[in-house]
């Protein structure tokens, strides 16, 4: 059964298409025109979001869970109710996101996550789409103990083929993602090995100077985990990783928006040198987001929340940010228009983690989409044709 999705514009999000027609069938988008150059065609269902703006679903590359959920200790049985909240704000793929913990209990972390998205299935029911879990996103444990923030400094372990290919191997092969600090002994080497096996490389919980962050580029890292956040800072002397990240056009790098973690005119900053093309935006959200405040898990750690806040020992330990919320907050803080603001939450995220069939809207990609307003706020959720209410 065809279906037609028409609204008032929809971002691909290359491509702005004015009164759009989008027709889905079997779950795959298999035209997109506008109603300017053509007719709905007969004998198919029409969906009618009005003035809304149809956008590819978003994709959030690190996040470490929501709803009570701490993605290292759920099961694959769990994850689905943290899929349909991501999906209330608009999110379509993740990335499950680990902290540093005992290498066992990673290793038996990853196998689950593995099992979680080797299983993972759209909901065919009443219940609504899922955020489908897309891949794993390793943050930990190759992590500077300067610049560790809140991962427990006793997890941390420098980086060796072996270790990375015994966590490769209990991800079954999911890892899209790494985070490492390139200073430590044998980064370099584990850097070079993990981009051969097509993992992003993540420079970040780092004190690397300039030209240590220049020589990971050069050894196949492609990305910046949390720009300023968990990193040596900038200084006009000394320039450090920052100016790296900053200035590389190789490195596409990602931020968490949330007005917290990096005031707004250093976010508006960050999305002019990265631009367009390479701003990402994350939300590095934990269990607590969705919830009220409290006392909560990130992995082995425990964390207070309050007022939107959340911290362990008195240093940030992620957010409770939804990626509906960085989209809007981009707005604001940067002035960018919605559409470029989307694009940092879709296709510049897929592209960074070598997703080829997520964060764009075009015939023969999935069926996953968001309906915004104008202002950005989430009116439904499509995954793979299937809605969220």
Known sequence: MKTVFTAGSLYTPLEEIERPLLIVEDGTITAIS?????????????????????VPGFVDIHIHGGTGLD???????????????????????????????????TYASLERLANAIETAKYAANGDGAQARP?????????????????????????????????????????????????????????????????????????????????????????????????MRPLDHRDPGIIAEVLTDNRLSADIIADGIHVAPPVVQLFMQA?????????????????????????????????????????????????????????????????????????????RAAGLNHQGRLEVGAEANFTVLSADGEVRKTIVKGLGYH
């Open 34 to 54: 506008s109603r300017s150059h053509g007719n709905i065609p007969g004998n198919v269902s029409v969906i009618d979001f009005g003035d809304a703006v149809i």
């Open 71 to 105: 993605v290292m200790l759920a099961s694959a049985a769990e994850l689905p109710r943290l899929g349909k909240f991501l999906a209330s704000h608009g999110v379509t793929g993740y990335f499950p996101t680990t902290v540093a913990a005992s290498l066992d209990n």
């Open 134 to 230: 897309l891949g794993i996103h390793l943050e930990g444990p190759f992590l500077s103990h300067k610049r560790r923030g809140v991962h427990p400094s006793e997890y941390l372990v420098a980086p060796t083929i072996e270790i990375f290919d015994r966590l490769w191997q209990a991800a079954r092969g999911h890892v899209r993602m790494m985070t490492i600090a390139p200073e430590i002994s044998g980064a370099m080497e584990v850097i070079a090995e993990a981009a051969r096996r097509n993992v992003c490389v993540s420079i970040g919980h780092s004190d690397a100077e300039l030209p240590v962050a220049q020589s990971a580029v050069q050894a196949g890292a492609r990305h910046a985990t949390h720009t300023f956040n968990a």
């Open 274 to 350: 990265k631009g367009t093309d390479r701003a990402v935006l994350i939300t590095d959200a934990i269990s607590a987001t969705g919830m009220p405040d409290g006392r909560y898990k990130l992995g082995p750690i425990e964390v207070e929340v309050k007022d939107g806040k959340c911290t362990s020992g008195g240093s940030l330990a992620g957010s409770v940010l939804t990626m509906d919320r960085a989209v809007r907050n981009v707005t604001q803080f940067a002035h960018w228009s919605l559409k470029n603001a989307v694009r940092a939450a879709t296709l510049n995220p897929a």
